[in-house]
């Protein structure tokens, strides 16, 4: 079997919640979070490497590698209810962000209510992830997603945006309590928790023997040039959504995404960017329920097949809890930035699971973490952990 797994990793993350963030982010904060999206790209692709690691070398995924290596049942027990808890939970927000996201991209094209569109495609990803035959058209949704990201950049060019400004912002970062949701946005849109279960098992079908090195380095090569690129999409979103909207009286909605392409596409701009958006977001739909799948049948060391009952009743509950939450009546932006800001508050559950097992586990031998990928594992967590405290506490005082 070939290894597309960064492609498909990519394409993750690349759904309506990275382009709706990154538009807000860029609409309302300039360049001065890039910082924060910047950190987000070099840990994922050092969090995914660990992930990629993990399945190749020891043929199986996070979840079960976690659990299989505790000796103590209570404890393996614990740790199994907390992925379960932890993933069920993330994805069904995540999952109500891309339904929204994809809602909002075809109510722009045919107005039958978000709702009614919501209701739509979680059926047609519940199809889709049934039979099996879902593939072709996730390859079809993120070429689509990727050709927005050229488009974009066009967009970028012919609106001559101002690089000395981008540079000052850049160079001048903002850490406050009012940008710390976007912040957390921003980090749980890139550093996706489901990806690394999602990754560790894509992996764990490659082999169930230890591979040779050049085998990972692939892997991570492949890794860095689909995140890095996922990481460029984001910033040239966040560059249009600011050279629109940035300092401007018109504040950015769900109505007025498109705007921020009009510059090359005219009165097509708000079309094109639905197609675009329902693209990201169906495919990041199909994407989100099947990585929860993969987590909670490993933690319960059930099999990891799409055609087993309790593989599939997962992912039909998490379709459904999005489908759920997103049809709820909540504002469509708030709701995506809200799933956004949860991944992110779910990462430090996540990514300590991953530091443990990639330096405990017996199978790694040579393969476990060097100094640098646990230097930047501990960053990530410790960044979340005091950003989230620092806000709990303004939020008390």
Known sequence: ????????????????GTITTASLAGANYGFHLVWALLFSVIATIVLQDMAARLGLVTGQGLADGITKSISSPLVRKLMAFLIVAAIGIGNAAYESGNLTGAAIGLNALVPLGLSYWVIILGILATVLLYTGRYKLIESTLVSLVFLMAVVFLITLVFARPDF??????????????????MIFALIGTTIVPYNLFLHASLMAQLTR????HHTIDDCRKQSVRAIGFGGVITLVVM????????????SLSAGNLGKQLEPVLGEYAQWFFALG?????????????????????????????LNDRLFRAIWMIVITAGVLVASAGFKPLAAILFAQAANGLLLPIVAVFLLIIMN??????????????????GAVVMLILVLALYKLAHMVI
Request: glycine share 8%.
């Open 1 to 16: 079997m070939k290894d597309k797994s960064g492609y498909i990793i990519a394409a993750a993350f690349i759904g309506p």
């Open 277 to 305: 958006l329902f693209a990201a977001g169906l495919t990041s739909a199909i994407t989100a329920p099947l990585a929860a799948a993969y987590a909670v049948c490993g933690a319960l060391n059930r099999p990891a097949d």
């Open 164 to 181: 000395s400004l981008m540079w000052h912002q850049f160079t001048s970062p903002i850490l406050s309590l009012a940008s710390l949701t």
């Open 209 to 212: 023997n230890k591979p040779p």
């Open 360 to 377: 405990t586990h017996p199978k790694l031998g040579t393969f476990r973490n060097q100094y640098s990928s646990n230097l930047v594992g």
């Open 239 to 250: 560059a249009t959504a600011m050279t629109t909207f940035f300092g401007s009286e018109t």
